[in-house]
């Protein structure tokens, strides 16, 4: 028996009971936030000053920062959508296992192309590369997990900008996740290098007025309730402690709207930003807002990070909203952009396919007349099934 059931009735029993008090207590927080809301649905320079003071004493600050749109606003999307090529791209990797016979990385990415309404059928895309030697020791030691992650993300970036640039605009490339990569950034070598590639590759679709956005379903952040503590009177410690943006904004949004956009504040923030002179932030300073993708009866909200100059122009920012609106009810019941399921469909890596890779490379090793490797004892004995009891 993997779970002792016993040991846990009792605490799932536990579970129930402070649920109920904890639901109370959220919905308490939630209505002071949104009261707190509208106070300051047009306070926008007042919020503004807010954030700025507060990243001033804390640089590891993440929350909202408004731009110009009141807090209430919600913009609906324009249907059907206009004419455009969407490129949809998802990644997945085999991470290296120092159990395994032979020690190796893999990054697979899946891109998925569609031009609705052109009557041209949609084309899948795969670019597999294979992780050994140097790209799999960049810094002497074995590629960490989220070095390898970051592989995967710069790659989707690269193949997307690529492919986007051989196409008539206009295009719109999706990737799931936001854009933002990682919260801390890391300061060796490999992974600054990696993350040059990805800024790099988001400059070429600048360059070339190309509307990229991260699609993040479901979202858990509270990225403007954590602007809201920053102005209430109330000084007591994560006054909405509990309320993610989700449950701020789902009663706000009718299907198919989006609200305010507003520009992200984190301590990596300044790593996107490309100022082009002191103060004036660049085309690829990340903002993000939050889309009603669902239906009367059913809202389903995601967050859509989405770079400067996608912000600054309305055109691109109004086909994007319809885009995602539209390809996502496409998904029926549970509303997810289309595009993105094909092209995680595309890019995802079964077990068998990579035991399929490790037998070519054992296969490679042997046309050398070298022998290939063994997987270790304690991996042996994991994959063994045939034990009794002792």
Known sequence: MPVNYLDLKNQITAYGETAVALRQELMHRLLDCRTLLQ???????????????AAGQ?????????????LSTHHAAQLPAPPCTILAADGSQINPDPHGEELYGLVNVGVFTMKPGSG??????????????????????????????LMR????????????????APVVTLTDG????????????????????YLSALDKMADHHVITAGYVDRPRADLVVKMLELVRSNKEEQPFKGVSDLALFTPMLNPGER????????????YYSNEIEKGTPGPRTLHFYYLNVGYDNLPALARVE???????????????????????????????????????????????ERGQVTQMLEEELLKHGLMPGMNSNKQSHKQYRGRGRM
């Not at 936001?178 to 040059?196: G, I, Q, V």
């Not at 609200?259 to 992200?264: D, H, N, P, T, W």
Request: proline fraction near 6%; glycine fraction near 2%; aromatic fraction near 6%.
């Open 178 to 197: 936001p854009l933002e990569l990682f919260r801390e950034p890391r300061t060796e070598n490999a992974f600054d290098n990696y993350f040059k590639k």
């Open 58 to 70: 804390n640089k590891g600050l993440r929350c909202a920062v408004p731009l110009e749109e009141q």
């Open 39 to 53: 106070d300051y649905d047009s306070r926008l320079a007042d919020l503004q000053a807010a954030v700025a003071e």
């Open 153 to 168: 993300d710069t790659r989707e970036r690269e193949i997307l900008a690529q492919m986007a640039l051989a196409e008539a």
């Open 306 to 352: 989405v770079p400067l100059w996608v912000v600054e122009n309305q055109q691109m920012m109004d086909l994007l909203q319809s885009v995602l609106v539209e390809q996502s009810r496409q998904a029926g019941a549970r509303p997810y952009p289309y595009p993105l399921i094909r092209a995680h469909e595309s890019a995802v890596v079964r077990m068998e």
């Open 259 to 270: 609200s305010a956009v507003f520009k992200l504040q984190s301590s990596s923030a300044e």
């Open 120 to 149: 041209s059928a949609p084309e899948v895309t795969i670019a597999s590369s294979l992780l050994y030697d140097e790209s799999l020791h960049p810094n002497g030691s074995t590629a960490s997990e989220a070095l390898i992650a």
